[in-house]
C-alpha cells in the first residue's frame, strides 16, 4: 500500500458514513435532502473511480485486505467490483475503440452533444448486457466467480437494511446516487475517447491536466498513460503523462472536464456518426497497429493534423 492510497481509503469511508447519516438524522428537511443527494452522488463516482483503480491494480499485498476494501467499495458504489472486470478490463483495454468493443464511443451516433452522450449511456448499457451473455465473451475465473457472489450477498444486504431503515431516504440518497454515479462512469467513455484514434500509440484517449480535478479523480485524467499502462499504480500516471504529453496531439490534452464539456454542448450538432471505424480492426492479428500500439510506438513524424 502507498501513501497515496489513504486518500482512496478515505473517500471510500467517507462515503458509507456519507450514506448511513441521512437516516440517523432523520427527517431531513428539503434542502438537506438535495445536499446529501448531490453528495453522495459525488462520492459514489469518486468510489466509481476507486474501484477501476483497484480492479487494475490492488491497493493490498494482502489478499484478504483486498476483499474486505472491495466489500466496501460494493457498498461505496451499489454494484459489485468484481463485475466490472469482464466489460472493463478483459473487454475496453484489448480492444479499444474496434468493433469488438462492447463500449466504443460510435455508439453515440449524431446529433448534438447531449444528445449523443445520453443515447450512449443507454445503448452502451445494453450493448455489455447482451455481449456479456454470449458464448465467447470472457468468463470470470472460479475464484473471482466466488467474490463476485459475496460482493453481491453483501449488496442485497445494504440494500435490505436501508429499505427497512427508511425507504425513502433509501432511494433518494443512496439509490439514486448509485444509479447515477454508475451512468456518469460509463458517460465519461465519451470524454476520454471520442474523436480520438484507436490504433494510434499516442492519441487513443484524450486527457485532462488539472491537478486538482487529478487529486479528487485519482488521476483517471491521465488516460493515455492509464491505457499504455493499465496494471500501473494510480500515482505514477502524472509523471508518464509528463513525458508522454509532448507525443500526444495537443487537441487531446484538455486542462478540465467542465470548459471541454461547455464547448462542446455548443458546438453544432454531429451530421456524421462520431465513428471510430475507420480505424476499426475486426480480427486484430499479430503485427498490427492495435497490437503494435501496444508494444512500441510507430514513428511519429507524422503530422497530428493529418488525424481524421
Known sequence: ???????????????????????????????????????????????????????????????????????????????????????HSLNHHPHNGSSEDWIRVDLAGEGPYLVRLCRYT?????????????????????????????????????????????????????????????LTLLGTTILQHEGCDPLSFYDHSRNFESSIMNWFFLNNGYHTAHHLFPEMHWSELPAVHAKIASQIDPALNEWAVLPFVMREISAPPRTTRASMSKFEIESPVEGSPAVARRSEPPDRSRDHSARG
Request: proline share 5%.
Open 1 to 87: 500500500m502507498r501513501q497515496s492510497d489513504y486518500r482512496s481509503l478515505a473517500f471510500v469511508a467517507l462515503t458509507i458514513a456519507s450514506f448511513i447519516m441521512p437516516f440517523v438524522f432523520a427527517p431531513l428537511s428539503f434542502v438537506a435532502g438535495v445536499g446529501f443527494f448531490i453528495l453522495n452522488l459525488s462520492l459514489a463516482f469518486i468510489c466509481t473511480l476507486v474501484t477501476h483503480n483497484q480492479i487494475h491494480c490492488p491497493t493490498f499485498a494482502s489478499p484478504w485486505m483486498n476483499r474486505a476494501l472491495e466489500l466496501a467499495l460494493t457498498i461505496a458504489r451499489g454494484s459489485t467490483v468484481t463485475g466490472m472486470i469482464v466489460p
Open 122 to 182: 443507454w445503448v452502451a448499457l445494453k450493448s455489455v448486457a447482451r455481449e456479456k451473455s454470449r458464448s465467447n465473451a470472457p468468463r470470470l475465473t472460479a475464484t473471482q466467480r466466488r467474490h463476485l457472489l459475496q460482493e453481491k450477498a453483501v449488496l442485497y444486504g445494504v440494500i435490505a437494511a436501508f429499505l427497512a431503515w427508511n425507504p425513502m431516504l433509501a432511494l433518494t440518497v443512496v439509490g439514486l446516487p448509485w444509479i447515477f454515479a454508475m
